[in-house]
């Protein structure tokens, strides 16, 4: 039996008794959320909750508790709370600088700069790269779609850490202390070592293509034309994609070919991930027993002969639940190729295509 319950301080009073508890974490989405269900809690009107949620000595997340919903009516009795990180705030706001425009600063610096007046502290975990020449604001953009721009651009990831603020770099920074293992023995049957309880993926080309053109306007005038004018372009291939399936895309912003190659890079990366993802759910919220908790960002090995996946696969988002009708304590996993999430992957189309290799044996039958 899990003598560890998962908490919630707020205001510094801790509440533990739950029917029900979800905790997502994602290295996609800047905030992380968390929704509660307890048998009775009266709220304070007077305002917002400051929230940190904890299991164990590990602190998960901390926020605010957003929404308290109550309820008396029959199978749907009780108070749910939920509520995100800090960072909810940078998906929430506008971005407010004066002038409309940041000027020689390295990524690191504009993150700051923009999660200064929200009190978010921002780090990095590996340094960030040259300065931009100018980076535009425009009207109305939330701080995180800012972010995530810039982001883009240089290829880093910004996600909330379990203390309220914002980190910067790129995943894979440590490996899982066990392995996911969905097997079967010589008859067809589920061997007993496995630790995936259940499973669900989605492969899919519709959303890649042979190659990739980003293009870019130079920082020209109005008056200049031919060459004084020529778009700045960069290409990316895709060779798990057999047929002939190109896609033009624009650049945020002006850049010189090497620029636009790094960017056009990560993006066919980033379809790579989107289109071969894989949910797995374990029992416990713990890797191996006393470990530390599944986190995203982590490298983990997979043993999946339903799939057909048999190497490390990368950690992107973390679905923690308690709910006893259910199952109790599970973590659900979302994982994608590693290759997704590098800056200048390799994706050949071996290891493209073996991605597909179950679909294959299921439509020839």
């Avoid at 809690?41 to 299991?55: C, E, I, S, T």
Wanted: net charge negative; glycine share 10%.
């Amino acid at each position: 039996m899990n003598d560890e319950k998962p908490e919630i301080l707020l205001d510094g009073v801790i509440y533990n008794d739950w029917q029900k508890c979800a905790i997502n974490l994602s290295i996609s989405n800047i905030a992380d959320d968390f929704a509660v269900t307890a048998t009775e809690f009266r709220p304070d009107h007077g305002g917002a909750l400051k929230a940190v949620v904890r299991y164990g000595r590990e602190t998960i997340l901390t926020g605010h508790i957003e929404t308290i919903d109550i309820s008396t009516v029959p199978d749907q009795e009780g108070v749910r709370l939920s509520g995100r990180s800090n960072s909810g705030d940078l998906v929430d706001c506008s971005a407010i600088v004066p002038g409309g425009e940041l000027r020689k600063l390295t990524l690191l610096e504009a993150v700051r700069v923009l999660c200064k007046p929200f009190g978010i502290a921002v780090r990095a975990l590996v340094d960030t790269g040259a300065a931009f020449d100018k980076i535009k604001i425009e009207q109305g953009e939330s701080v995180s779609q800012v972010m995530d721009r810039l982001c883009r651009e240089r290829a880093f990831i910004a996600w909330s850490d379990g203390d309220g603020g914002i980190a910067l770099g790129r995943p894979g920074w440590g490996r899982a202390q066990t392995s996911l293992r969905m097997r079967f023995t010589n008859g067809g049957q589920l061997r007993r070592d496995n630790n995936i309880i259940e499973l669900s993926s989605t492969l899919t080309l519709s959303n890649r293509f042979d190659r990739l053109i980003m293009r870019s306007q130079a920082a020209t005038s109005d008056t200049d034309f031919g060459l004084s004018a020529a778009q700045p372009e960069a290409t990316a291939r895709d060779d798990a994609v057999a047929r002939y399936r190109p896609k033009i895309l624009t650049s945020d912003g002006a850049g010189t070919a090497a620029d636009l190659q790094k960017r056009v890079d990560w993006e066919v990366a980033r379809r790579v991930g989107k289109s071969t993802s894989v949910s797995y759910t374990v029992k416990g919220w713990r890797q191996v027993e006393g470990g530390d908790l599944w986190r995203p960002g982590l490298l983990v090995s997979v043993v999946d002969e339903q799939t057909n996946i048999n190497g490390d696969m990368l950690i992107t988002a973390v679905s923690l639940t308690l709910d006893e009708d259910e199952g109790g304590y599970q973590a659900r996993l979302a994982l994608e190729p590693p290759a997704a999430w590098l800056p200048a992957p390799t994706i050949s189309k071996a290891a493209g295509g073996a991605q597909y290799e179950a679909l294959r044996r299921a439509a020839r039958g």
